[in-house]
C-alpha cells in the first residue's frame, strides 16, 4: 500500500490522505494520475517520496508516503 498525501489547493481538490495499492513498476507520476484522473499536471508542483523530494519518474514501492504540494512562495 501506498499513501499519498496532499497539500494546500491540492488537499481541497482530491482530499488530505489516500491510499493505493503498489504494484511494480509503479512511478510518483502514477500516483498523480491516479488522485487527479489523469488531469494534467500543474506547473511548478513538487512530489517527495518518503518526505525527500523527488522526480516524477522515481519509483514508488510498497509502504511509501507520496506527497504532492504547489511551490510555497514567502513575503
Not at 518518503?50 to 514567502?74: H, I, L
Amino acid at each position: 500500500m501506498v499513501v499519498i498525501k496532499c497539500f494546500a489547493r491540492f488537499r481541497e481538490e482530491f482530499g488530505d490522505e489516500l491510499s493505493m495499492e503498489a504494484s511494480t513498476d509503479l512511478r510518483v507520476a502514477d500516483c498523480w494520475n491516479y488522485i487527479s484522473n489523469h488531469a494534467p499536471v500543474p506547473e511548478r508542483i513538487l512530489c517527495a517520496v518518503n518526505q525527500v523530494y523527488c522526480s516524477w519518474n522515481d519509483k514508488v514501492e510498497n509502504g511509501d508516503e507520496v506527497a504532492f504540494f504547489p511551490p510555497v512562495t514567502g513575503g
